[in-house]
């Protein structure tokens, strides 16, 4: 598969956006469509300035090659409908292209600035996508609308105490019928986050066009004498999402 990362500029500066003073612009193409986004120019100066003492970084102000991948994915299937939510969604890529596609959809993040930026981005692309603040700690905003169809996540296993709580967070957003995607570029913490969540659920990872990110599925398991309700309830959503998970675990 080709990677949704050739000819984009995401390791560097995007050229000015025009009348914006200190943002710039990425042109994201994917199959079936193309994102546009807005974002800060000087994200990576900001973040590779940044010193143990100092405010956080805006990690979330930069097109990263698992968020890209992981929009790749969504853009190759067919959600229409689909509820869908997205964790820690920076400028929510995935989520604009969920949307675009016509799931249903809620992209979180604890910043706000993000979020601002990803209802620009939304209304420049003309997509319609709802924002709201989710604190993993108080995930009050994720947990209302349980249960979900799809929960996207990228490169959200970047230390050790967040990728904790995200692996005690996801079994109160998904019922038998739903799934997690998530992408990540072979972060440390990722192994414990895995092992956390085989403990309840089924775990499929699989290379994307990027050689250092991978996508991880993870389905709740099927219980005994639960088939006929879990096929009922899969219904929903497309038996794409989940026909690489139903070969099981690696």
């Known amino acids: 598969m080709s990677s949704a990362l050739s000819g984009l500029p995401a390791y560097g500066d995007a050229p000015a956006l025009a009348g914006s003073s200190g943002m710039g612009f990425t042109v994201v193409d994917l199959p079936g469509c193309s994102i546009r986004l807005t974002h800060p120019r000087d994200a990576l100066a900001r973040i590779y300035a940044h010193t143990d003492d100092g405010p956080e970084p805006p990690y979330w102000a930069q097109p990263w090659p698992s968020g890209i991948e992981l929009a790749e994915t969504v853009a190759g299937e067919e959600i ?15 989520s604009l292209v969920a949307a ?8 979180t993040d604890h910043v706000g600035e993000a979020l601002h930026l990803a209802s620009v981005n939304a209304h ?6 709802e924002v709201a603040l989710c604190d993993w700690s108080d995930p009050w905003s994720a947990v209302a609308g ?16 967040s990728a ?11 019922d038998r019928s739903g799934e ?14 895995l092992d956390a969540c085989r403990r309840w659920a089924v775990v499929t990872s699989t290379d994307t066009g990027h050689p250092d990110v991978r996508l991880h599925r993870i389905r709740r398991r099927r219980v005994s004498g639960g088939a006929a309700s879990f096929d009922a309830a899969r219904a929903r959503i497309p038996p794409s999402l989940s026909a690489e998970a139903q070969a099981g675990s690696k």
């Open 80 to 94: 229409a409908g689909v509820r869908v939510l997205e964790l820690g969604c920076g400028l929510a890529l995935p």
């Open 100 to 107: 675009q596609r016509g799931a249903r959809v809620l992209a």
């Open 124 to 129: 420049r692309n003309r997509i319609r996508l």
């Open 146 to 161: 349980a249960p979900w169809d799809l929960v996207l996540a990228a490169d959200v296993l970047y230390d050790d105490g």
């Open 164 to 174: 904790r709580v995200l692996a005690g967070l996801l079994p109160r957003l998904l």
């Open 180 to 193: 997690v995607w998530i992408a990540d570029q072979g972060r440390r913490p990722a192994r414990d986050f």
